[in-house]
Structures are given as structure tokens and as C-alpha cells.
T-cell receptor
Framework: AQSVTQPDIHITVSEGASLELRCNYS??????LFWYVQSPGQGLQLLLKYFSGDTLVQGIKGFEAEFKRSQSSFNLRKPSVHWSDAAEYFC???????????FGGGTRVLVKP | GAGVSQTPSNKVTEKGKYVELRCDPI?????LYWYRQSLGQGPEFLIY????????DSGLPNDRFFAVRPEGSVSTLKIQRTERGDSAVYLC?????????????FGPGTRLLVL
């Protein structure tokens, strides 16, 4: 069975600084990987997804993620954080014909002014 | 266009009662998913529908949970004899069709509190 680990429960970053959120997955086949963001009172919004091909994936809001098969990782990055990026971020792996998602526990990002 | 909507947004009930949670997917989306998100955790898969049929219900925790989608659009998640441990946010998502390349679009969720 697939699983996703997000080692960092909380991260605090200063506005304008870079951000990297870690994600490690376990899956027996080629993984289909996703990053979602959840702001307070909002639904989950897809930031980006990886299926195949180029291992560096660009997403919305200036985010990118890099797939590293050798490390079973799919880390999310943003070069310069804005206060509006304060939210909870979830990494997920999709499996099966129906693409049911298995999520990590999430990383809550706090942005200091 | 309209996104996924869920009603009610909040539901408070007493232990042992029956509840129904509703999901309106994006128009034309054939795949519909239910997830449950407990406090401080990531969402967990419950069930997904392709059209009217439940294609995978492996995530339903026990037989108190049941979901239907009789006309292939709106879905209802039903919980019988609620327990305090059922308290969570129930999320619905839809996608144009099931498949690994399809994005799932999530609704805002229904926050269920069982007293």
C-alpha cells in the first residue's frame, strides 16, 4: 500500500525568504504525485502534479516541485514567500484506476513579517 | 464556473443519531470522491463513484457509513449511529473522469461534530 510522509509538521519562514517542504512517498509502481494547499476555511487547491517526464514541475502561485525517484521524494519549493502563502500544505500520491489519493499529514507554514 | 459545493457546512449532532452530508460536484464530472479529515491530519480516502456506482469503497471505516449517488451527480454520505470518533471534516471532490492524470477538485467540506 502506498504512503506519504511529510516530516515537518510546522515551518516558520520570513516573508521574502525561500521555502522548501519535504515529502517522501512509498509506492510500488510509478507514482503520481500531487501538492495541495489548504487555507483556513478553504477547500484543498491543487498547486501542481507530476505524472512523468521532466522531474521539475512548475505549479501555480510560483511553486515548483522536484521528483527524485532515487530518494522517493517530491519536495515543494518557492523562491520568495509572500504572507498569503501561510496555509497548510499536503503532499499526496494517487493510485489505482480511480486515482484515490493518499495524503501526508500536512505541513503548516507560518510566515513572519 | 461553480465549484464543488457541500452542505451543510457545519453539522452538530448527538451520539447515536443519523446524519446525511451532501455533495454537489462540478457539472459534468463523472468521478466523485469522499474523504475524511480528522483534526491535525491529512485527508483519508473513503469512497469513490464512477457515475452512479461505487467503484471503490475500501476506505469506509465500517458498515455505519454508506454513500449513494443515484443519478450520477449529487452524492450523499450517510452515517448511522454516529460516534464521537466520527467528528471530522468530510471532504468531497470531483474530477471529469477517474484516472491518474485527472485533477480532483475539492469542496470546502462539512465539519461534523458528534457530541
Amino acid at each position: 500500500a502506498q504512503s506519504v510522509t511529510q516530516p515537518d509538521i510546522h515551518i516558520t519562514v520570513s516573508e521574502g525568504a525561500s521555502l522548501e517542504l519535504r515529502c517522501n512517498y512509498s509506492y510500488g509502481a510509478t507514482p503520481y504525485l500531487f501538492w495541495y494547499v489548504q487555507s483556513p476555511g478553504q477547500g484543498l487547491q491543487l498547486l501542481l502534479k507530476y505524472f512523468s517526464g521532466d522531474t521539475l514541475v512548475q505549479g501555480i502561485k510560483g511553486f515548483e516541485a522536484e521528483f527524485k525517484r532515487s530518494q522517493s521524494s517530491f519536495n515543494l519549493r518557492k523562491p520568495s514567500v509572500h504572507w498569503s502563502d501561510a496555509a497548510e500544505y499536503f503532499c499526496a500520491v494517487g493510485a489505482g484506476a480511480g486515482n484515490k489519493l493518499t495524503f501526508g499529514g500536512g505541513t503548516r507554514v507560518l510566515v513572519k513579517p | 464556473g461553480a465549484g464543488v459545493s457541500q452542505t451543510p457546512s457545519n453539522k452538530v449532532t448527538e451520539k447515536g443519531k443519523y446524519v446525511e452530508l451532501r455533495c454537489d460536484p462540478i457539472s459534468g464530472h463523472t468521478a466523485l470522491y469522499w474523504y475524511r479529515q480528522s483534526l491535525g491530519q491529512g485527508p483519508e480516502f473513503l469512497i469513490y463513484f464512477q457515475g452512479t456506482g461505487a467503484a471503490d469503497d475500501s476506505g469506509l471505516p465500517n458498515d455505519r457509513f454508506f454513500a449513494v449517488r443515484p443519478e450520477g451527480s449529487v452524492s450523499t454520505l450517510k452515517i448511522q449511529r454516529t460516534e464521537r470518533g466520527d467528528s471530522a471534516v468530510y471532504l468531497c471532490a470531483s474530477s471529469p473522469q477517474p484516472g491518474t492524470r485527472e485533477t480532483q477538485y475539492f469542496g470546502p467540506g462539512t465539519r461534523l461534530l458528534v457530541l
